[in-house]
């Protein structure tokens, strides 16, 4: 396996946390978007947005893809910059299908929105270890963003089926 794995615990983690992510953010988002409407289909795509961009970092960060600091950089920049958009398109029993949300969003909005600042946050910091260049530090980086990723679709969408 690649060097940036020197220790188990963290290359254990690493690779669960993408393999959550990639599986909820990017799989189910094409079978989901073909009819939804209105401000699901707007934050459908905002995620199905963010799902792509933590596939292309993942892919450079365990070795399918050149490791591109530049490319992870401008795709952190991007997860950052929508993430504040996230809360805004969840507005009150907007649950109507392909809906994926649970209605413990609304009843637990402090912690959901809190989840997209820590997401913005944890993008934000990913942008500036990606400046640097140092792959370790951005794999650390990354697992960090993922962790927030899964926290929010394991307590706020639905599972599947």
């Not at 996230?86 to 029993?93: E, N, V």
Request: hydrophobic share 45%; glycine share 10%; aromatic share 6%.
């Amino acid at each position: 396996m690649s060097k940036i794995f020197k220790f188990n615990g963290l290359r254990l983690v690493f690779v669960g946390v993408v393999g959550v992510c990639l599986v909820l953010m990017v799989g189910q988002s094409a079978m989901a978007h073909g009819n939804a409407t209105g401000v699901v289909k707007q934050r459908m795509d905002l995620m199905s947005g963010i799902g792509k961009k933590m596939k292309s970092i993942a892919a450079m960060v365990k070795g399918k893809a050149p490791f591109n600091p530049e490319s992870i950089g401008l795709d952190a920049a991007g997860i950052g910059q929508v993430s504040p958009e996230i809360k805004t398109l969840f507005p009150a029993g907007s649950l109507h299908k392909p809906s994926e949300a649970l209605p413990v969003i609304w009843d637990d909005w402090e912690r959901f929105t809190s989840l997209t600042v820590r997401l913005e946050t944890e993008a934000n910091n990913l942008q500036a270890a990606a400046l640097q260049g140092d792959k370790k530090a951005v794999t650390r980086q990354f697992v960090s963003l993922g962790k927030v990723c899964s926290s929010c679709h394991t307590d706020f969408r639905k599972k599947k089926e």
